[in-house]
C-alpha cells in the first residue's frame, strides 16, 4: 500500500538496541504499526517523526472521534471561506473582506517556566493566522490559575502575564479582551489559551500544501535551536544519545521582534504571489511541516537537514526534527521564483533556506550527512495515526455532586446582609477589576480598536471607509461543566454569544479551546465527549460553524483533573461598527431595563463559590432559543439607536452587571428589584442583559422585544453617585435595602488583584 524506494541506504539504529517508544509516549501497538507500514525497523529519526505526529497534541487520537460531530452537525451556511482541518478558520465577511481566527492553549509550559511559557503560546497563534495568508490584528487570553492567594499563583500569575504582554505588544497587536479566573482545580496546572484575529481580502487565503513536482521547500524565519524539543511528546535527546546530550529544554524561547519582521516579511511575499503553500512551524516543528505539507500536496518531499540553519551545531537530526524553536515557517515556492522569495527575506534580515524539493514519489525523503535517515509516506504519519474510541463513564461523584444543590446555603436576608454581599462579589477574585492584568496590555495600538475589555466583547475596525467590523468575545465556566458537562459547554458558547451580540454585532463563527484531564480516565472521556456533543449540538441550533479549535488534555495534577473547561470564542460582524453599544451607564435620567426571564439558579454560582466554596447542584437552564431571541434584540436595538448601553448578565448575576457599568461610566443607578431581592441580584440565569434605554424610545425597544419574546422590565433609572437599590423586604414591603457610594464600590472591585499580585 505505501510502496518504498528500490534501494535506499537506510541509516538505522542498530538491531541490538531497543529503540525507545515508551519514553517518545507511544504504546506497544502503536510502535508495531510503525514497523508494518515501513515494513522494516524505523530509524531513530523515523520514530521520532511517528512519536510526535501521534501523539495526543499533533493526531488529536483521543478526541477525533467525538470533534468528527462539528463537522457533521455544521450547519449550512456560505460564510464559512475555511473550515476545520487548516490552520484556522476562515469567514467571510462582507465586501469581499474574510476573517480567520483560532485559539489554542500553552497550559503546561506555562506551569514549567510562565513567561515563555505564555509568550510563546501567543507567538504560536499569531503565526497560525499568518499562515492563512492574512494579518494578523488583535489578540485575546483566557488565563485560570490555582486560588488567588496561593503561593504557587503568585509565582505563575505575574510571570503568565508578563509573558503575554511582552510578546504581543512586541508584535504591535492590541490584546482586545479575554478572562482572567482563579480555582483550586488549577493549582499546578494553569490554563494559558491564547486567540488570533486576523483580516485578510479573499483572494489572499493560503494553505499548507505542497503541490507541484520540483517546487522548492523554503525553511525561513529564525534558526533551529534546542527548546523546545518534545514539548508535543516529552521528547528528550537523552532518548537517543545518553552519553553525549544533556536533556534539552521543553519549553521554547520567544522572539517577538524576529515574529514581527516574519509577519511583514510574509504579507510581502503573500503580495507578490510567491507563495503556493505555507505552513508556521510549531508544535513538532520541522516534522510537521513537512508531513502535512507532504501529505496535502502532491505527496512527497525530499529534504536535506544539513541545509536547516542551526543555532546549536550539536543537534541531532532527531532533535532538528523535533525542535520546537519558535519564528519559523515553511514555504512552497516555483522554481522561478525562489530568488525573489529570498530576496525579500534579506531585506526583512529573515534568514531562510531551501532545504528539498516537493516530488510525486508520495516519499518523505530526508538526508542528513549523505545518508538517508528518514523515507516514509508522510500522510501515515500526517493523517493515519492511531483513533482511539476510548471508554466512557460518568465521574463516580457526579450523583452527589449534583444532589448537593445550594438549597441549604444560608442566605442574606436582609439589606445589610445583601449590601455586604454585592461588595464581597464585586472584590472577588474572579468577579474583581482585571485592570492590573489588561494595563499590561496593549489594547489600542494600531488604532483600529473600537472596544476592549472590560467592555462585553473586543471590537477592531476592519475597513475605515464603511465601518465594517468584527467583535470577539472569549468566555468559559469550569463550575458549569463539572455539574454538566453537556450543559456547561452551551453555557460557555451562549455567553460568548450573548457578549457579541451585546456590542451590537451578528454572531457568526465560534473557535474553541477544550481544556480536560486525561482521555484515559473513563471519567475525564465521558466529560469530553458530552462537552462536545453540547457544543456541536447549540451550533447547530444557533446556526453558527465550528471554525475550528484545540484540544488540550492530561490538565490535571497527580490522579485530580482540572474541571472540564470548554473555552469558547465568538465572532461576530458589525456592519458599521460606528453603531456599537458599550457597558457604560453615562445617560442620567435613561431608563434602565432587564431583558430576559430570572429563575431562582445557583448551581456552580459565583455567589455559591466565594461565600461558601461550595461547588453542587445543577448549572443554569440553557435556552437557546431565548438567547437567540435576545442576541435579535440586542443587534436591532444598537443598529436603531434606541440603547445607550448593554451589559450581559452571567456571573454574579444582575448585582455583578450593575456594579461594572455603574464603575465602567462612572454613574450611579437607582434600582428597584422585582420579586425576591436575593433571587433577582444573584441568579444566573442565561439570555438576560441590561441596558439603558435612549431617552424616548422605551415604547420601541418595549415593541422590539415583544415581537422576538423576549421579556422586558424596567427596573430603574441611571443617576447620581450611588447604586441605591429598592426592593421587598421579607414582610412584603417595598423599601430601600441598600446604598453603595461609587467611590466604595471602585474601592472593593479595584484592590484584589493588586494585593495577590505583589
Known amino acids: 500500500m505505501y510502496p518504498g524506494t528500490d534501494t535506499v541506504a537506510i541509516a538505522a539504529a542498530s538491531p541490538e538496541r531497543p529503540q525507545p517508544f515508551a519514553e517518545l509516549g507511544m504504546n506497544e501497538e502503536e510502535y508495531q504499526r510503525v514497523r508494518n507500514i515501513l515494513g522494516r525497523r524505523p530509524t531513530s529519526a523515523e520514530l521520532a517523526i511517528y512519536s510526535v505526529m501521534w501523539s495526543e497534541h499533533c493526531s488529536y487520537k483521543s478526541s477525533k472521534v467525538h470533534l468528527r460531530q462539528f463537522g457533521d452537525k455544521a450547519p449550512k451556511t456560505d460564510k464559512l471561506l475555511v473550515g476545520m482541518g487548516e490552520n484556522a478558520g476562515v469567514v467571510d465577511i462582507g465586501q469581499g473582506w474574510a476573517v480567520t481566527f483560532k485559539v489554542e492553549s500553552h497550559n503546561h509550559p506555562s506551569y514549567v517556566e510562565p513567561y515563555q511559557g505564555a509568550a510563546t503560546g501567543v507567538g504560536g497563534i499569531v503565526r497560525d493566522i499568518i499562515s492563512m495568508g492574512a494579518r494578523p490584528v488583535a489578540v485575546m487570553d483566557s488565563l485560570r490559575f490555582g486560588p488567588a492567594d496561593a503561593p504557587d499563583t503568585q509565582r505563575v500569575l505575574p510571570g503568565v ?43 489572499d487565503i493560503k494553505r499548507a500544501v505542497a503541490p507541484g513536482p520540483g517546487n522548492r521547500v523554503i525553511l525561513f524565519g529564525a534558526p533551529t535551536g534546542p527548546d523546545g524539543i518534545g514539548g508535543a511528546s516529552v521528547l528528550a535527546s537523552a532518548t537517543f544519545d545518553e552519553e553525549s546530550h544533556q536533556k534539552r529544554p521543553s519549553v521554547q524561547v520567544g522572539d517577538p521582534f524576529m515574529e514581527k519582521l516574519l509577519i511583514e516579511c510574509c504579507l510581502e511575499l503573500f503580495g507578490e504571489d510567491l507563495v503556493v503553500g505555507i505552513q508556521d512551524l510549531g508544535a513538532a516543528g520541522v516534522s510537521c511541516a513537512t508531513t502535512e505539507l507532504a501529505a496535502a500536496g502532491t505527496g512527497g518531499m525530499h529534504v536535506d537537514l544539513d541545509a ?116 464581597w462579589l464585586a472584590g472577588s477574585p474572579n468577579l474583581a477589576s482585571k485592570t492590573w492584568v489588561t494595563s499590561q496590555y496593549d489594547r489600542y495600538v494600531l488604532g483600529n480598536t473600537v472596544m476592549a475589555m472590560p467592555e462585553n466583547a473586543g471590537v477592531v475596525r476592519v475597513d475605515d471607509e464603511s465601518g465594517l467590523g468584527i467583535a470577539l468575545s472569549l468566555d468559559g465556566n469550569g463550575r458549569y461543566t463539572r455539574l454538566d458537562p453537556y450543559a456547561g459547554a452551551q453555557l460557555a458558547l451562549s455567553e460568548s454569544y450573548r457578549n457579541v451580540a451585546a456590542t451590537g454585532a451578528r454572531p457568526m463563527a465560534v473557535t474553541n479551546c477544550l481544556n480536560f484531564g486525561s482521555p484515559e480516565d473513563p471519567g475525564v472521556m465521558w466529560q469530553f465527549a458530552r462537552a462536545v456533543e453540547g457544543l456541536a449540538d447549540a451550533c447547530q ?128 443607578a437607582r434600582i428597584t428589584l422585582p420579586g425576591d431581592p436575593f433571587v433577582t441580584l444573584f441568579s444566573e440565569s442565561v439570555a438576560r442583559a441590561m441596558v439603558a434605554v435612549m431617552p424616548g424610545a422605551e415604547a420601541r425597544l418595549a415593541a422590539l422585544c415583544e415581537s422576538a419574546g423576549v421579556p422586558v422590565t424596567q427596573i430603574g433609572i441611571a443617576g447620581g453617585d450611588a447604586l441605591n437599590v ?12 441598600f446604598s453603595i457610594p461609587l467611590h466604595e464600590l471602585r474601592e472593593a472591585h479595584e484592590r484584589t488583584l493588586p494585593t495577590y499580585a505583589d
Open 541 to 668: 441550533y444557533l446556526g453558527i460553524p465550528v471554525t475550528g479549535g484545540n484540544v488540550s488534555f492530561y490538565n490535571q495534577t497527580g490522579e485530580a483533573p482540572i474541571n472540564p473547561t470548554p473555552v469558547i470564542g465568538v465572532l461576530g460582524v458589525h456592519d458599521d461598527v460606528r453603531r456599537r453599544v458599550n457597558m457604560s451607564l453615562t445617560t442620567d435620567g435613561a431608563t434602565i431595563a432587564l431583558l430576559g426571564e430570572t429563575r431562582e439558579e445557583f448551581g456552580g454560582s459565583e455567589w455559591a463559590h466565594v461565600v461558601y466554596g461550595h461547588l453542587g447542584g445543577l448549572p443554569p437552564l440553557v435556552d437557546l432559543k431565548a438567547e437567540a431571541a435576545l442576541a435579535s434584540v440586542l443587534v436591532n436595538a444598537a443598529r436603531d439607536g434606541l440603547v445607550t448601553a448593554v451589559h450581559d448578565l452571567s456571573d454574579g448575576g444582575l448585582s455583578q452587571t450593575l456594579v461594572e457599568s455603574c464603575l465602567r461610566g462612572g454613574l450611579g
Open 726 to 737: 429598592t426592593g421587598r423586604t421579607p414582610e412584603g414591603d417595598q423599601q430601600e435595602l
Open 161 to 203: 502575564v508578563a509573558g503575554v504582554g511582552g510578546y504581543g505588544n512586541s508584535l504591535g497587536l492590541p490584546n482586545i479582551g479575554g478572562e482572567t479566573a482563579f480555582d483550586a482545580c488549577y493549582a499546578q496546572n494553569p490554563l494559558v489559551n491564547a486567540l488570533c484575529v486576523g483580516v485578510m481580502k479573499h483572494e
Open 308 to 423: 536547516v540553519p542551526l543555532r546549536d551545531a550539536t543537534l541531532l537530526p532527531e532533535e532538528i526534527l523535533m525542535s520546537e524553536s519558535q519564528e519559523r515557517m515553511m514555504a512552497v515556492v516555483e522554481p522561478g521564483k525562489v530568488d525573489r522569495f529570498l530576496e525579500i527575506c534579506a531585506r526583512w534580515e529573515i534568514p531562510a533556506t531551501v532545504i528539498g524539493t516537493v516530488t510525486d514519489t508520495r516519499r518523505l525523503v530526508m538526508t542528513w550527512r549523505g545518508e538517508t535517515i528518514v523515507d516514509i509516506p508522510p500522510v501515515t504519519a500526517a493523517d493515519e495515526g492511531p483513533v482511539y474510541n476510548r471508554p466512557l463513564a460518568p465521574p463516580p461523584d457526579l450523583g452527589a455532586l449534583q444532589s448537593d444543590t445550594p438549597g441549604r446555603l444560608t442566605r442574606p436576608s436582609n439589606g445589610d446582609e445583601l449590601r455586604r454581599t454585592v461588595l
